[in-house]
């Protein structure tokens, strides 16, 4: 079970699956957040359906490349074989 958990995430032929499959949750996160009831919003982007998910990609995104960034840009990340 774990070996084809792992074969699925590393192997390329499911690339294209892998996609469909972040697709569709992110569409269904979008449609679960059309049926919340909005009644206690404290800003008025807390009324716009959809807004976590859209927030919470954007930060998830954002956190990616500025670790990204720091790794290569500033030197932080090292190459593989440097203790070797």
């Not at 859209?54 to 190459?79: N, R």
């Amino acid at each position: 079970m774990m070996a084809k958990l792992v074969n699925f995430f590393g192997d390329k032929k499911y690339t294209r699956t892998r996609w469909r499959l972040l697709v569709v949750m992110l569409v269904a996160i979008v449609i679960a957040d059309f049926m919340v009831a909005r009644t206690h919003g404290y800003n008025f982007w807390d009324a716009i359906p959809g807004w976590g998910a859209l927030l919470g990609f954007i930060g998830c995104g954002l956190i990616v490349l500025v670790s990204k960034f720091i790794g290569k840009k500033i030197g932080i990340s090292k190459k593989e074989d440097y203790y070797d």
